[in-house]
């Protein structure tokens, strides 16, 4: 079913939804560049697959809702594996603190699953020269900033332990104190964790952090 | 080897500044990471950049050996040359750092 090409861009499929699969295999089945060597429906045959194949770009979904497995955890293993392929994101959720996740964990690229079959073809073709290829709507990205997902943001150890003694009822001057910080620090930790959950004040940063299991 | 990351919320590819603040924004990310290339013995180094209508939050955290924030850190991070900087700008820069738990140096810059 999935000759050799060796002179070809190869590439990976890694989705549960078995309709999708088709349709990429379907609209690269002539392609002179690129050709689909392999697809899984989970992450575990997924990476098995990845590291007996060598694939050049992995086309990696994000929610695995059969497996319960999350793309986020998948590129991890991937980027463990001793030759790690290139790794675009295919997915309909278009959140921030997934994207700057994804950034971190060594995602090639990005692309939302309403593209075209061209702009999916020109993305691998960019990400195998060696491009980084993020592209959604930020301000959308933005907006659902709060909508978590599978994936809850970023925060350094630093920012996690403030918000926890804040939860505890200290104020910023007694928690600069007990860090042995300057207030001006707590506050630059805070205001940049208050942006990155998308919370206005202090309140309701201990309260989204809560929710969102970060504390 | 150091891998760097770069994180970014609120911006996208167009987003723009005015010259100076480019300039010197990225000259003061060159002496960072200059500065922790030198002495952090890091693995990781994140860029992250947080813009809103009127700021703009830059972080640099690394995972390198750090300091104690009690010792002299003005001489260890060229921060009087960082402070210059940002004394064009308007910014302002607070460090962050543990013996063995890397620093985090974020700096705020006006926009508006």
């Not at chain 1, 590291?51 to 590129?75: A, Y």
């Not at chain 2, 040359?81 to 962050?96: H, K, P, Q, W």
Request: proline share 2%; net charge negative.
């Amino acid at each position: 079913m999935f000759p050799q090409h060796s002179a070809m861009i190869t590439i990976i499929i890694l989705d549960d939804h078995q309709l999708f699969i088709d349709g990429i295999v379907h609209s690269f089945s002539n392609d002179p560049e690129i050709a689909v060597t392999g697809f899984a429906l989970d992450g575990s045959s997924g990476l098995a697959m990845i590291g007996e194949k060598l694939p050049d770009v992995v086309l990696l979904d994000i929610d695995f809702s059969k497996t319960r497995e999350n793309g986020v955890d998948i590129l991890k293993s991937i980027r463990k594996l001793p030759q790690s392929p290139k790794v675009v994101v295919l997915t309909g959720h278009c959140e921030a603190s997934l994207i700057e996740q994804l950034q971190r964990e060594g995602a090639n690229g990005y692309r939302l699953k309403n593209i075209d079959m061209g702009e999916l073809r020109q993305t691998i073709l960019d990400v195998y020269s060696g491009e980084m290829v993020f592209k959604y709507d930020s301000k959308l990205a933005n907006e659902n900033r709060n909508l978590f997902f599978d994936t809850p943001p970023i925060l350094s150890d630093r920012a996690v332990e403030i918000i926890r003694l804040l939860s505890q009822g200290f104020i910023v001057k007694e928690i600069a104190h007990k860090l042995g910080i300057a207030e001006t620090t707590v506050n630059d930790h805070l205001e940049r964790t208050k942006r990155k959950l998308g919370a206005k004040n202090n309140a309701e940063l201990v309260y989204l952090a809560g929710k969102s299991g970060v504390i | 080897m150091l891998l760097v990351t770069f994180s970014k919320i609120g911006l996208d590819k167009d987003s723009r500044w005015d010259m100076v603040t480019e300039t010197e924004l990225f000259k003061v990310i060159q002496e960072l990471i200059a500065n922790i290339i030198k002495h952090a013995q890091a693995r990781n180094v994140l860029i992250e950049l947080i813009a809103d209508e009127n700021m703009l939050y830059l972080t640099v955290e690394d995972d390198g050996i750090g300091f104690d924030l009690a010792d002299n850190t003005r001489h260890r991070f060229g921060l009087n040359n960082i402070e210059a900087r940002l004394s064009i700008l308007g910014g302002t820069v607070s460090f962050d750092s543990q013996t063995d738990r890397g620093t985090t140096v974020m700096i705020n810059v006006p926009t508006a």
